[in-house]
């Protein structure tokens, strides 16, 4: 079985930072993409950034040059660094990471439980 638990969610004013941790454990045999997503009440859950096993990125066009996203492999984490924070970046963040459990066999996509970020005005 794999869990992906995210943490560093919180309460910060706008233009602060906070920075989130996922990190994956159980059965795993190699992570692809990890990476973060994130719900607003009333809206769908979207793309924020995502990084492959390789290290290439991809960030949504309303975080970039705001937020980085980053790996450890070692440790199976990956980190979210938010910088010059906005209200509308309120939202459930959830962490996602595409995972074999098996040297072979296809690669599974999971799902953390999510984290709170509320920016204040």
């Known amino acids: 079985q794999v869990q992906l638990v995210e943490s560093g969610g919180g309460l910060v004013q706008a233009g602060g930072s906070l920075r989130l941790s996922c990190a994956a454990s159980?059965?795993?045999?190699?992570?692809?993409?990890i990476g973060w997503y994130r719900e607003a009440p009333g809206k769908q859950r979207e793309l924020v950034a995502r990084i492959t096993s390789g290290g290439s990125t991809n960030y949504a066009d309303f975080v970039k040059g705001r937020f980085t996203i980053s790996r450890d492999n070692a440790k199976n984490t990956v980190y979210l660094q938010m910088n010059s924070l906005e209200p509308e970046d309120t939202a459930v963040y959830y962490c996602?990471?595409?995972?074999?459990?098996?040297?072979?066999?296809?690669?599974?996509?999971?799902w953390g439980r999510g984290t709170q970020v509320t920016v204040s005005s």
């Open positions: 996602n990471a595409v995972i074999r459990t098996r040297s072979w066999g296809a690669a599974l996509s999971y």
């Open positions: 159980g059965s795993i045999f190699s992570i692809n993409a």
